[in-house]
C-alpha cells in the first residue's frame, strides 16, 4: 500500500478512515499502531522525510521582543463597562497562562505600542478626519498644562499588559500635538515636512519628555511613516510627514530632554513606511536612513546623541511579494546595515495586511482564516531571517472594522461588524493572524537567539513558497524552539540534523503547538525522532537540552 499518494489523494478524514479500517497493516517488527497514529493518520507509513539541520552554535540576532499596537480603538473598547471582555482581549494579546491542557490562553506579547494622540478627538468634526475613532485625545492642554485622565481606554490596556508581564512599552507619536502644527490639525495637511510651526521643535520635545517620564516608557518614536504626505483632502488619521534632517533636529532636543527629566526612555528612529525606505533613497531627505543618522560621514548623525538606542526601524507593508522581491528586499537591509555598523539593530515596528496583497490576500473585507495566518507567519519568517529583525510588532491589536489588519476582532453586540455598535459594547473574536504570531511571540523570548536553521533540497525561493523553518536557542535555560510553516496541502514528517553528537533533547521529546484551520496552539508531545507537521500550519516544537 502506497501510503504517501493515498494521503495526497484523499482529504484528511478519508484517508484516517482507510488505514483505520486496513488495520494499520506493518512488516514484521514495525512500531504497533499507538506509536504511529496521528490525527487518523498512520505516520509510520509516511517513510518520506523531510531533514531539517540546526545549528545550535551558529548564531545569529538577540531577540528583542514581539509587540503589538494599541492605535485608536482602545480609547473605546479600553472604556467598556464589561472588564470580563476587556480582560478576554487583553489575555489573547499578553496571557502567558496555559489551560488545563496545556494550549496557551494567549500569544504572550512582551512588548506594547501606545499611541501618543496629538488633539483630533478634542476637535471633533473639525479636525479634519472624517471617523472619531482614529482621532485621538492629547494630554497637553492648550494653556500647557496637563490631563493625565486622557486616552482612559488606551490606558487601561497599557495597565494590562504591565499587569500581565509584558516587558517592554514602546510609546509612539505620529504628529506634534494641534497647539504646535502650522495649521492646527494633527493630520498633516499633505505637505512633504513636518507640520510644526517655526520655533517650535523644543516644545514638542518636551512633550514627548515629559509623556514619556510619566508612563515610563521603554522606547519612544517620535515619528511614524514620514514619507507619506500624510492629511489635505483625504485625511483619514493623525499623521504627518518628515524629512531625515527635522528627525535628526527633533532627536538631538529629545535626547537631552529625555535625560533631564529623569527618563530612561531611549529614542526609536524611523518607522519607516516601507522596509526599502531606510536603504534606499527618498524624495525630499526621507530615505537611505540607515546613511543618514548612523553614518558618521552624515552630517544628520545620531550615533552620539544621548538615549538614541542604535536601532533603526521600518515598517514590512507593500514589500511582501513576489517572493523574489520579498527575500531580496530584507537581504538589501540587511547588508546595508553591515556596512554601516554591525551592531545596529534592526526593529520591524508595524505589519498588517493592507489592500490587494500578491493577488492572495486582500484588506477588505475582513479575514481571519488560516490562509491569512500563514501569510502573516511567511512574512515574520522572512523580516527574521533575512532581514535579522531583533523586534518585530503588528499593526492593530483590536480592531473593529470590515478589515484583515487586526489580531482580536470585535463586533457589535449582535454580532455584526459594524464599527459605532462597538463604542460600549461588543462580542470579542480570536483570528488566525493572532494565533499563528502566537507560534512565534509566546515561546521566543526575549534574549533568546535565533541560530541557523535549513532544509535539506531547498533554495529560499522553494521555501518561501512552501516550507520554512527558523530556530531558537535560550542559551541561560538550555531551551530551544523551532517554527515550522507548512503552506502546503501535504503532510509533513521531518527529521532534525546538525544539533551536534554532544547535544541531546531531553527526554527525546518535544512539546508541540500548532496552528491549522482547526487548532489554535493545540499541545502535543512527539519523540523528536517522528515529528508530523501537519498540512497548512504553523507549528512551533519546543524542548530542553543538554
Known amino acids: 500500500m502506497k501510503t504517501i499518494n493515498l494521503v495526497r489523494r484523499f482529504p484528511l478524514w478519508q484517508t484516517a478512515v482507510i488505514l483505520l479500517l486496513a488495520g494499520c497493516n506493518k512488516t514484521p517488527g514495525s512500531p504497533p499502531a499507538s506509536v504511529c497514529l496521528y490525527n487518523g493518520v498512520d505516520t509510520c507509513l509516511l517513510n518520506i522525510k523531510t531533514t531539517i539541520s540546526i545549528q545550535l552554535a551558529d548564531v545569529k540576532q538577540t531577540i528583542h521582543s514581539f509587540g503589538a499596537s494599541d492605535s485608536w480603538t482602545a480609547k473605546y473598547i479600553g472604556k467598556w463597562s464589561d472588564v470580563s471582555k476587556k480582560n478576554k482581549i487583553a489575555g489573547y494579546l499578553f496571557s502567558l497562562d496555559t489551560a488545563a491542557d496545556g494550549a496557551p490562553k494567549g500569544i504572550g506579547l512582551s512588548l506594547w505600542r501606545f499611541n501618543i494622540g496629538a488633539g483630533s478627538y478634542e476637535q471633533g468634526g473639525t479636525s479634519g478626519i472624517s471617523d472619531e475613532w482614529r482621532r485621538e485625545e492629547c494630554f497637553l492642554n492648550a494653556d500647557g498644562t496637563y490631563n493625565w485622565s486622557k486616552q482612559e481606554g488606551a490606558q487601561w490596556f497599557l495597565a494590562a499588559a504591565k499587569a ?229 510588532s503588528w499593526w492593530l491589536a483590536i480592531n473593529p472594522y470590515d478589515y484583515s489588519d487586526g489580531l482580536v476582532y470585535i463586533n457589535d453586540p449582535s454580532g455584526n461588524i459594524n464599527v459605532n455598535g462597538c463604542r460600549t459594547d461588543g462580542l470579542v473574536l480570536d483570528s488566525k493572524q493572532l494565533w499563528c504570531m502566537g507560534n512565534f511571540s509566546r515561546f521566543v523570548r526575549p534574549g533568546m537567539k535565533r541560530v541557523s536553521a535549513s532544509i535539506a533540497g531547498t533554495n529560499d525561493a522553494t521555501a518561501a513558497g512552501s516550507f520554512m523553518v527558523s530556530a531558537y536557542k535560550d542559551e541561560r535555560t538550555k531551551k530551544i524552539v523551532i517554527v515550522i510553516i507548512n503552506m502546503s496541502n501535504d503532510i509533513k514528517k521531518i527529521t532534525l540534523d546538525g544539533l551536534g553528537n554532544s547535544i541531546h533533547i531531553a527526554g527525546n521529546t518535544f512539546d508541540v503547538y500548532t496552528t491549522s484551520g482547526a487548532k489554535n496552539l493545540a499541545r502535543s508531545v512527539l519523540p523528536a525522532d517522528n515529528i508530523i507537521i501537519e498540512a497548512k500550519s504553523v507549528t512551533t516544537l519546543s524542548a530542553n537540552y543538554f
Open 164 to 392: 500581565m508581564g509584558v516587558k517592554y512599552v514602546h510609546g509612539f507619536s505620529v504628529s506634534p500635538p494641534v497647539y504646535f502644527t502650522k495649521d492646527g490639525m494633527a493630520h498633516g495637511g499633505g505637505g512633504t515636512s513636518l507640520n510644526i510651526q517655526p520655533g517650535k521643535m523644543a516644545d514638542y520635545a518636551r512633550f514627548l519628555s515629559t509623556v514619556s517620564a510619566h508612563f515610563h516608557f521603554d522606547y519612544l518614536s517620535p515619528f511614524n511613516e514620514p514619507q507619506w504626505n500624510w492629511g489635505g483632502a483625504n485625511a483619514s488619521q493623525e499623521g504627518s510627514a518628515a524629512t531625515n534632517t527635522e528627525m535628526a533636529g527633533l532627536a538631538k532636543l529629545l535626547g537631552p530632554g529625555l535625560q533631564s527629566a529623569g527618563s530612561g526612555t531611549k529614542i526609536i528612529l524611523g518607522e519607516a513606511a516601507q522596509l526599502n525606505f531606510i536603504t534606499n533613497p527618498y524624495a525630499g531627505d526621507r530615505g537611505d536612513q540607515v546613511y543618514n543618522w548612523f553614518n558618521k560621514a552624515s552630517a544628520n548623525y545620531l550615533g552620539n546623541v544621548t538615549q538614541v538606542e542604535k536601532v533603526v526601524a521600518g515598517h514590512s507593508y507593500f514589500t511582501t511579494c513576489p517572493d523574489n522581491i520579498l527575500i531580496a528586499t530584507r537581504i538589501d537591509l540587511n547588508n546595508k546595515r553591515n556596512a554601516t555598523d554591525t551592531s545596529l539593530g534592526i526593529w520591524q515596528t508595524e505589519f498588517g495586511i493592507l489592500g490587494d496583497v500578491c493577488g492572495k490576500y486582500s484588506g477588505s473585507p475582513r479575514h481571519a482564516t488560516i490562509d491569512y495566518g500563514l501569510y502573516v507567519a511567511k512574512t515574520i519568517h522572512h523580516d527574521l531571517v533575512f532581514a535579522n529583525v531583533s523586534s518585530w
